[in-house]
């Protein structure tokens, strides 16, 4: 098991920059997939960047240029930094870890961080 909590959101200006956090509560060393995905109204959640274990990133053709996924195993911290933010990245960003334990697929989610862009 592992608790996630998100951090880092708030409103900014178009073009404007932010870093997201996700601190997990234990070591994510052994966690085969972390991810952000958010949540705009009215919308489906998506993801929106992963990194595996092995350290491969994934980005949703949306975001590929202005958004990085990055780690820090001694923080037990995972990153995104948004840049060039635009009124469409407007939503609920979702930390995700998802491990596999005796053959199941585990997603633990945090509770979220609001990202509002807008002038």
């Known amino acids: 098991q592992v608790e996630l909590v998100e951090s880092g959101g708030g409103l900014v200006q178009p073009g404007g920059s932010l870093r997201l956090s996700c601190a997990a509560s234990?070591?994510?060393?052994?966690?085969?997939?972390m991810a952000w995905y958010r949540q705009a109204p009215g919308k489906q959640r998506e993801l929106v960047a992963a990194?595996?274990?092995?350290?491969?990133?994934n980005y949703a053709d949306s975001v590929k240029g202005r958004f990085t996924i990055s780690r820090d195993f001694a923080k037990n911290t995972v990153y995104l930094q948004v840049n060039g933010l635009e009124p469409e990245d407007t939503a609920v960003y979702y930390c995700?870890?998802?491990?596999?334990?005796?053959?199941?697929?585990?997603?633990?989610w945090g509770q979220g961080t609001q990202v509002t862009v807008s002038s």
């Open positions: 995700n870890a998802r491990t596999f334990r005796f053959g199941e697929w585990y997603d633990y």
């Open positions: 234990r070591t994510i060393v052994s966690i085969n997939t």
């Open positions: 990194v595996t274990r092995g350290g491969d990133t």
